[in-house]
């Protein structure tokens, strides 16, 4: 296997926490994306059109709005107010008028960002699958995790062919670790159900005090 430098996120985040880790691996990826469109990328005329066209999403926008740099982020977002008045909005025309506002509101679900991201995390689950077939020991911090958000289980299944001859005990191991995240959660969800029982009231409770978190990283990630 050739390494690269995409093995780097999987080791640290594989770390036997709790969470899920495909979801840090994506959320250390989409921090240095974002970023990236406050730098000297902005400056690249290839970089600005695809802003201009894409422009980004909500989250997106509001992640970099918080960051340092509001120069930068108002230079594109005039840029890309530029592209959109391109569609020329007659306001005497009902056909013009309804035609600009569908592009208007299909240009809300475009984001140059979220392009970039989808593109790098398939690369991510297919070296994942990669490196488990590679790495035996990686395989037992597999074993020995906690599962994985639902969205990123499915991904990790999608790509599993690229575990090669080691598809099926990958498929097995990571559906494993799936089922026990799954079963765990079950559980902690009936304890805190039961623990809201008056006649359970001066019980103490264990995993059940954070099922509802729990059950918000599992079906959403975090």
Same mark, same amino acid.
């Given at each position: 296997?050739?390494?690269?430098?995409? %093995?780097? *996120?999987? $080791?640290?985040?594989?770390?036997?926490?709790?969470?899920?880790? #495909?979801?840090?691996? =994506?959320? /250390?990826?989409?921090?240095?994306?974002?970023?990236?469109?406050?730098?000297?990328?902005?400056?690249?005329?290839?970089?600005?059109?695809?802003?201009?066209?894409?422009?980004?999403?909500?989250?997106?926008?509001?992640?970099?709005?918080?960051?340092?740099?509001?120069?930068?982020?108002?230079?594109?977002?005039? %840029?890309? *107010?530029? $592209?959109?008045?391109?569609?020329?909005?007659?306001?005497?025309? #009902?056909?013009?008028? =309804?035609? /600009?506002?569908?592009?208007?509101?299909?240009?809300?679900?475009?984001?140059?960002?979220?392009?970039?991201?989808?593109?790098?995390?398939?690369?991510?689950?297919?070296?994942?699958?990669?490196?488990?077939?590679?790495?035996?020991?990686?395989?037992?911090?597999?074993?020995?995790?906690?599962?994985?958000?639902?969205?990123?289980?499915? $991904?990790?299944?999608?790509?599993?062919?690229?575990?090669?001859?080691?598809?099926?005990?990958?498929? /097995?191991?990571?559906?494993?670790?799936?089922?026990?995240?799954?079963?765990?959660?079950?559980?902690?969800?009936?304890?805190?159900?039961?623990?809201?029982?008056?006649?359970?009231?001066?019980?103490?409770?264990?995993?059940?005090?954070?099922?509802?978190?729990?059950?918000?990283?599992?079906?959403?990630?975090?």
């Amino acid at each position: 296997m050739n390494y690269h430098i995409g %093995t780097m *996120l999987i $080791y640290e985040h594989f770390d036997g926490g709790s969470d899920c880790p #495909v979801c840090k691996i =994506k959320n /250390a990826v989409d921090a240095r994306l974002t970023e990236s469109y406050l730098g000297e990328k902005v400056m690249e005329d290839d970089t600005r059109k695809e802003v201009n066209k894409l422009g980004f999403c909500k989250s997106h926008y509001e992640a970099l709005f918080l960051m340092r740099s509001k120069l930068g982020l108002a230079l594109q977002t005039r %840029t890309r *107010l530029t $592209y959109l008045k391109k569609l020329d909005i007659d306001p005497n025309n #009902v056909k013009s008028v =309804k035609k /600009a506002a569908v592009k208007l509101r299909e240009s809300g679900n475009t984001c140059v960002v979220c392009k970039y991201l989808s593109e790098h995390m398939i690369r991510y689950y297919k070296t994942i699958a990669e490196v488990y077939a590679a790495d035996e020991k990686f395989r037992e911090r597999i074993v020995a995790s906690d599962g994985f958000c639902l969205n990123h289980y499915s $991904y990790l299944a999608e790509y599993s062919a690229y575990a090669g001859k080691k598809q099926k005990s990958y498929l /097995a191991d990571i559906s494993e670790a799936e089922n026990k995240r799954l079963e765990k959660l079950g559980a902690d969800l009936d304890e805190f159900c039961m623990r809201h029982d008056y006649r359970n009231a001066d019980k103490p409770m264990t995993g059940g005090k954070d099922a509802l978190k729990n059950a918000k990283k599992t079906f959403y990630g975090i």
